[in-house]
């Protein structure tokens, strides 16, 4: 931001939680539809407790962080991640889980 708009608007800081761990996923909540056009697969992080969704190429990549082979059909499946977009927790701790 530059000095201008500090002035004018003032300064924000990022909001990133804290990932405190332990949250267990709502199962029935996974086997939802997904809602994402081009969603193919459920992600639940354990580290702040929330629920996203996984294109194509996002799944394939947690896949190879996970070391398994993307299923052709993620009905029975979803991601579990250690972090996530929403807070501090360690986005390279994947598991491929079945619901």
Do not use: W
Not at 9 to 21: L, N, P, Q, R, S
Not at 59 to 67: D, F, I, P, R, Y
């Amino acid at each position: 931001m530059n000095d201008i708009s500090e002035k004018l608007f003032g300064k924000t800081k990022d909001i990133v939680y804290h990932a405190e761990g332990g949250y267990i996923p709502d199962v029935s909540f996974l086997k939802c539809s997904l809602e994402g056009k081009q969603s193919v697969a459920h992600i639940f992080c354990v580290g702040c407790g929330t629920y996203l969704e996984a294109n194509k190429k996002q799944a394939e990549s947690l896949a190879k962080l996970a070391g398994t082979e993307v299923p052709e059909n993620f009905d029975e499946y979803y991601f579990e991640v250690a972090g996530c977009e929403v807070c501090d927790g360690d986005r390279d701790i994947v598991a491929l889980k079945k619901k």
